[in-house]
């Protein structure tokens, strides 16, 4: 419940909370990555399907016309990106644990600017061209840093938006949805009989995660999101550090 809330609710996967917790409890690599894929298809898609029916109640035809349309851009690069990775079988530069640490700073300090630079303005800014360039770049290394570590696409697609001022909750539920989308692209990958998930893991987690995918859009709406970023990210930013020191 807890992963899934906060990658619902910041648009972070929920591999951020799940490696780590995988890792103490003496998980392969293998069995952590395709462990938190699986559960990341219960919680993803609960949340992607939360924020899509948010948006189509929403009257804001804008906001949802920009959403379908950075989803039909962002989704195929991504499932490229994370497709590239397993039929090519490339390789993480380092360990998961060394990676994952990493990752997790660099994206807790990411959002920590993202935070500071948030405004309270109602203003939706559309992306220009060579901005939407830059994003369909961006899914596609996501999609192959998502392959490594579970996480990455729905990190980097948020953030960027963030700090290009759009609006936080169409970066969130974009951020979600891709994820979703990119997440389930490997499921035949992780879910079949040869795949590594440890599925008593699943059995308990995978309701929790779609508790927590319903539950996220009401705290990412009525929670102050300056906040709520700031507290996570300082929990991604220690958890790093601890994998990195044991």
């Known amino acids: 419940m807890t992963g899934a809330t906060f990658a619902n609710s ?9 490696i780590p917790v995988f890792s103490s409890l ?8 395709s462990t938190s894929f699986a559960i990341q298809c219960f919680g993803m ?10 948006f189509k109640k929403e009257n804001q035809s804008g906001l949802r016309r920009e959403l379908v349309k950075l989803i039909c851009i962002c989704s195929p690069l991504s499932i490229a990106g994370i497709w590239t990775t397993q039929v090519l079988a490339i390789q993480s530069p380092t360990s998961l644990e060394h990676s994952f640490s990493l990752f997790s ?10 935070s500071i630079t948030l405004t309270s303005t109602t203003e939706h800014r559309v992306l220009n061209r ?13 999609g192959v840093i998502t392959a490594w570590l579970s ?16 609006t936080p909750t169409l970066a969130i539920a974009l951020g979600v949805i891709v994820t979703a989308l990119t997440v389930w692209s490997v499921s035949p990958i992780h879910l079949s009989n040869q795949g590594d998930a440890y599925f008593n893991v699943i059995l308990f987690a995978g309701p929790g995660a779609i508790l927590g995918g319903i539950l996220a859009k009401k705290l990412a709406l009525h929670l102050p999101v300056k906040g709520l970023k700031i507290f996570f990210a300082g929990w991604i930013i ?9």
């Open 130 to 142: 060579n901005e939407t360039l830059q994003l369909s770049l961006l899914a596609y290394v996501g």
């Open 105 to 114: 700073i660099l994206l807790g300090f990411a959002i920590l600017l993202s």
């Open 26 to 33: 003496n998980f392969s690599n293998e069995q952590s990555i």
């Open 10 to 18: 910041t648009g972070a996967g929920g591999g951020v909370i799940f």
């Open 151 to 166: 996480v990455g696409v729905g990190e980097v697609i948020v953030i960027y938006l963030l700090l290009k001022k759009t």
């Open 238 to 246: 220690l958890s790093g550090i601890a994998m990195l020191l044991i």
């Open 45 to 54: 898609t609960a949340g992607a399907l939360t924020w899509w029916l948010h």
